[in-house]
């Protein structure tokens, strides 16, 4: 190798000094002049404070969902059990009394006198006009009737939801419970106390939430079926009217003179926030039956 090749191979030791410098200078260009620096601990403990409340709010709406999927997984598969077990031995059929279809005069002379207090003002109706039985406590089918709702076996004693709504069109099934706390509500559509019972003669009143079982509801319209299934009795009603009303309008859950069933939501369905209205379906019964064996989903009863 000659001298003039070794010279032009290894440049001279000032000039790699410049190339280093230059490379540098490009370097801390690219990053910026705040990025070597460290940050301040507070701010480092600020972003793990965010990143762990974070992780505890997806956590407990996670923890919502899963609840409520296993509770109503489980009272469906209770209710299908009840529905293919015998019945007890003293019960008669089971349906709406023809007095209580027609509307009793009692009923019809209350009707419009009912105090029902604004309690749609909350996230969901909480309460309505007081329903007084329909039978004296007294007399015999009462005692029939309240004899068929005794456990019939270990699946019915353990069932803890009133019945199953289900409205075929809107994809819509979600078991209903008792009450409409926060907590019920959260785990399935509620029965607003004060009304008629699931299946009776009276004016029945079921709540739950537009951003949750009650969301499909946005779709209903007049002439849909509402089925509601309890372990005795099935009910279908057919959709009549849906209307949006306000908060303190409380008028829908007074007694009718027809046997009928009120659904209550908030809306709009889509709205950010505390809902200002609220949206209203009301249905007429069809037909009242007894249940039988062949009712029973066997797939529900295997769990799905």
Sequence with gaps: MTTEQTSNAVPPLPEREQRTQSQQRQELRRKGPHRNRQRPRWARGLEALLLLFGVLALGWVGWGYLDAHLYQQRQERLLEEALAAPPPAEAEPIGIPADELAGSPRDVARLGEANVPPSLAAAAPASASA??????????????????????????????????LSVARLGLSVMVAEGVDNHTLRRAAGHIPGTARIGSGGNAGIAGHRDGFFRPLKDVRPGDEIVITTPGAITRYRVEWAEVVPPDETSSLRPTRYPALTLVTCYPFHYVGNAPDRFVVRARLVESRASTAADADPVARRGR
Excluded: E, K, N, Y
């Excluded at 039978?135 to 004693?157: K, V």
């Design 131 to 164: 329903d007084a039985p329909r039978m004296p406590p007294s007399s015999p089918r009462a005692r029939a009737a309240s004899a068929r709702t005794l456990p019939a076996s270990s699946s019915r004693s353990s069932l803890d939801a009133l019945g199953r």
